[in-house]
């Protein structure tokens, strides 16, 4: 049945094949948000937005989040809104930093992180 092995093949790519059986609700805050992002690829996105999906994540929920997205953008677009610079380093290719709703900097991390309005705005230098 081609629906279950597309809900399988998801379950192993957001590492919860071991957890089809297990309510949601007992799931770890990490495990819960990859679920999530699996509801999502079941409809088989182009683009997948996703707000802060590590807040409140261990740091080795993290890490595998990061893994897991740096997957997903293999054959679709991918947007992340996230506060978490040490996490938007591991996932992104290029990086818009916006300010009261405009564009402040955008470019590689690098580049955003050295660059002089940024650094105003947000470091307060």
């Known amino acids: 049945d081609k629906v279950r092995d597309t809900v399988l093949q998801i379950a192993e790519d957001i590492q919860l094949l071991d957890a089809l ?12 948000q990859w679920l999530e992002i699996g509801m999502l690829l079941m409809q088989d996105p182009e683009l997948l ?3 802060e999906p590590v807040a409140g994540m ?3 929920e993290r890490d595998e989040t990061a893994e897991l997205l ?3 953008c293999q054959n679709r ?3 992340v809104i996230e506060h978490d610079m040490e996490f938007v380093k591991k996932i992104a290719r290029k990086v818009t930093v916006l300010h ?6 955008e470019g590689d ?8 309005k940024v650094i ?3 470091l307060g230098h």
């Open 58 to 60: 261990s740091a080795k």
């Open 70 to 72: 740096n997957r997903i």
């Open 109 to 116: 991390m690098d580049k955003v992180q050295n660059d002089e």
């Open 120 to 122: 105003e705005v947000y």
């Open 77 to 79: 677009s991918v947007i």
């Open 100 to 105: 009261q709703g405009k564009i402040l900097a």
């Open 21 to 32: 059986d297990t309510e949601a609700a007992v799931l770890s805050h990490g495990q819960k």
């Open 49 to 51: 937005m996703l707000d």
